[in-house]
């Protein structure tokens, strides 16, 4: 081979040497994840006063329905109406007439009551003249005190039958039947203090061979 040739293939050669040059690895980079990890916890320590401003504004919403209260002021007038007291018997009906049948034993006592200034006529005579005892003119007004219209009533009663004390209750038992006919919201003081029951203790037979319902004549051994 000539020298030529030599000269020739050692260029080549040289050529090819720096290719391995070429493959050196090449230099680390440096590594720049560690740091860009730390910086998304920024936001969400942000974002943690925005739930704080979120709470204030229900609680000013709350607030705003205050106004019914305004609405329920009006109420005290009503239980005002309803606390002041009833009419009167002659505000209610005047010129009236509530009648009402009354019995005990066998008296029987038919009565009418109308708005008045507290008259009674019994058979035509007042109070006290038709029942002069005491006891009998308390019998007679028990019901109207219980109802509260004594001095504001007119009592009118036709009476027959009896003795003097079954006529007054009687009386008493008519003068409470008619109470009711005018107002009925007074059945259950009436009934409580039992004016509307009628008595229906009555006077014993006679029996044959007895002198009285039991009574039996005295025995003679002679």
């Known amino acids: 081979?000539?020298?030529?040739?030599?000269?020739?293939?050692?260029?080549?050669?040289?050529?090819?040497?720096?290719?391995?040059?070429?493959?050196?690895?090449?230099?680390?980079?440096p590594e720049p994840a560690p740091e860009s990890e730390p910086e998304?916890?920024?936001?969400?320590?942000?974002?943690?006063?925005?739930?704080?401003?979120?709470?204030?504004?229900?609680?000013?919403?709350?607030?705003?329905?205050?106004?019914?209260?305004?609405e329920a002021a009006p109420e005290p007038p009503e239980a005002e109406a309803a606390a002041e007291p009833a009419p009167s018997l002659a505000e209610l009906a005047a010129g009236a007439r509530y009648s009402a049948t009354g019995k005990r034993k066998s008296s029987v006592a038919r009565v009418i009551l109308?708005?008045?200034?507290?008259e009674f006529?019994?058979?035509g005579h007042p109070l006290e003249r038709y029942f002069p005892r005491m006891t009998h003119q308390v019998i007679v007004k028990q019901p109207l005190e219980a109802a509260g219209y004594v001095g504001r009533i007119d009592v009118v009663a036709r009476i027959h039958g009896g003795g003097t004390s079954g006529q007054a209750d009687a009386v008493r038992h008519g003068i409470a039947k008619a109470l009711i006919e005018a107002d009925p919201a007074l059945r259950g003081e009436l009934k409580r203090r039992q004016?509307?029951?009628?008595?229906?203790?009555?006077?014993?037979?006679?029996?044959?061979?007895?002198k009285k319902a039991r009574k039996r004549p005295q025995f003679s051994k002679r």
Not at 1 to 28: G, H, I, K, L, V
Not at 44 to 69: L, R
Not at 197 to 206: G, L, Q, S
């Open 40 to 70: 998304p916890e920024q936001p969400a320590a942000a974002a943690e006063p925005a739930p704080e401003t979120e709470v204030e504004e229900p609680v000013e919403t709350e607030a705003a329905p205050e106004p019914p209260e305004a």
């Open 121 to 123: 006529r019994l058979n």
């Open 114 to 118: 109308m708005p008045g200034s507290g």
């Open 195 to 210: 004016l509307l029951t009628r008595d229906p203790r009555v006077k014993e037979r006679r029996k044959a061979g007895l």
């Open 1 to 29: 081979m000539s020298e030529r040739d030599e000269n020739e293939q050692q260029p080549s050669e040289q050529a090819e040497q720096p290719a391995p040059e070429a493959e050196a690895p090449p230099a680390p980079d």
